[in-house]
């Protein structure tokens, strides 16, 4: 009984200062985690802003091509009949939203939403739009944006900006 009680004497103590240094050496240990995981989500943004940035430029750069007097300036000619431009401006815009379509990784879900419902409203308007010469189809494209107030392009431009502030 006695060798029993000079064991405990010893072990008691002995398992006490092994609970705390395990307990602080835990906690220390769960703290340069922590710091670490910081310093990792520091660099990531670091590099994760100017991607950003760079997809918030090239989808206002995208808006701005598929706008209509863009799109009738580059793909326009004075010899042009209406259904040539009208298929010229469908699949220039086609291949500008394929160019872009990479940018979604970079924005968010709802501002990739409504660069693609600018896109699908200009390619439908552009194929509804009436006339025989290119110009007409191009006055007529103007004027049901203008009667109808709601420019899908301005207003996934303004989109585009306003996410981007949100980033700076």
Known sequence: MESFLEILKYSIP???VFA?????????????????ALKYRQNVG???IPLKLQAYERLMLFCERISVDH?????GHPDM?????????MIAIQQEYEHNVSQQVYVSENLWKIIQ?????MQAVISESEGTTAAE???NTKKVFSESKADPVAYAKSAVR???QLLM
């Open 117 to 121: 419902l600018a896109k699908e409203q």
């Open 46 to 48: 670091k590099d994760l």
């Open 81 to 89: 009949g209406a259904y040539d431009l009208k298929s010229a401006m």
């Open 20 to 36: 705390t240094v395990f307990y602080l050496f835990r906690s220390f240990l769960q703290q340069q985690y922590q710091l670490e």
């Open 14 to 16: 002995a398992i006490i």
């Open 71 to 75: 799109l009738a300036y580059r793909l």
């Open 137 to 139: 189809v191009v006055a």
């Open 162 to 164: 306003s996410e981007a």
